[in-house]
């Protein structure tokens, strides 16, 4: 026991620390060594992103035919079935990984994590599909179905309708045929790899809304 405490002392001595213990006493070697800290960090996103998927699938929001995980891999294949860009399969797959932690803000949580590796439309539909989803269950509450016209001017609004309308509120379904986390897994990582805020791929206000509905009704 005595060497196994040791040991861990040791391995923690041997970690890079800062010389400080309040941030305005930091020195310039101090924050060189954490922005190099930082930057391997951030490249561990993606996988820190699996993970919380892969946790939505052992514990999630009960009551559902399927469990949250399925949901988020159901809407990602209906996303690709159709024939959609890479942003809006990422955004699809991910979009409710906030409710575990923020149910009552998951939308803002996951627009959050994605809104620096994707164009600004798609993030902005994952912010406000929540209240865009209510068109379909508000009325049962209480609530405004239509609150989402409070954004008919915006020029993204058409294709968060059609998100909602074509690969969230109908993913609930047991039957349809939904691939493994792995088969996103390469075009998660690609999106997470990309250089943050890099208006190249943030793209503000361009609108390439959703491609044709392939699927069958």
């Known amino acids: 026991m005595c060497l196994a405490w040791s040991l861990l002392g040791s391995d923690k001595m ?3 620390v800062v010389s400080f213990t309040r941030m305005d006493e930091g020195t310039y ?7 190099s800290l930082e930057h391997e960090y951030c490249d561990g996103t993606a996988d820190r992103i699996l993970g919380q998927l892969e ?3 052992r514990e999630s929001l009960t009551g559902y035919k399927i469990n949250r995980l399925e949901h988020g891999l159901q809407s990602a294949a209906r996303a690709e079935y159709d024939g959609a860009d890479i942003d809006w399969i990422v955004a699809a797959l991910i979009h409710d990984i906030g ?5 009552q803000n998951h939308d803002r949580m996951a627009a959050e994590i994605i809104r620096p590796y994707v164009r600004e439309e798609v993030s902005w539909v994952v912010e406000k599909h929540g209240i865009f989803q209510m068109k379909y269950y508000g009325h049962h509450y209480g609530w405004d179905a239509d609150k989402r016209d409070e954004f008919r001017d915006n ?5 968060c309708a059609d998100f909602c309308e074509r690969w969230d509120q109908m993913s609930f379904d047991p039957d349809y045929p939904m691939p493994p ?3 996103f897994e390469p075009m998660l990582r690609e999106v997470f790899s990309r250089k943050a805020w890099d208006e190249t791929h943030l793209k503000p206000g361009v609108v390439v809304g959703l491609p044709e509905d392939r699927h069958p009704r």
């Open 55 to 57: 946790g939505q699938g």
């Open 99 to 103: 409710d575990g932690l923020s149910p």
């Open 14 to 16: 041997a970690e890079k």
């Open 181 to 183: 986390l792995s088969h």
């Open 29 to 35: 070697e101090d924050y060189q060594m954490l922005a």
């Open 155 to 159: 020029p993204y609004w058409q294709s």
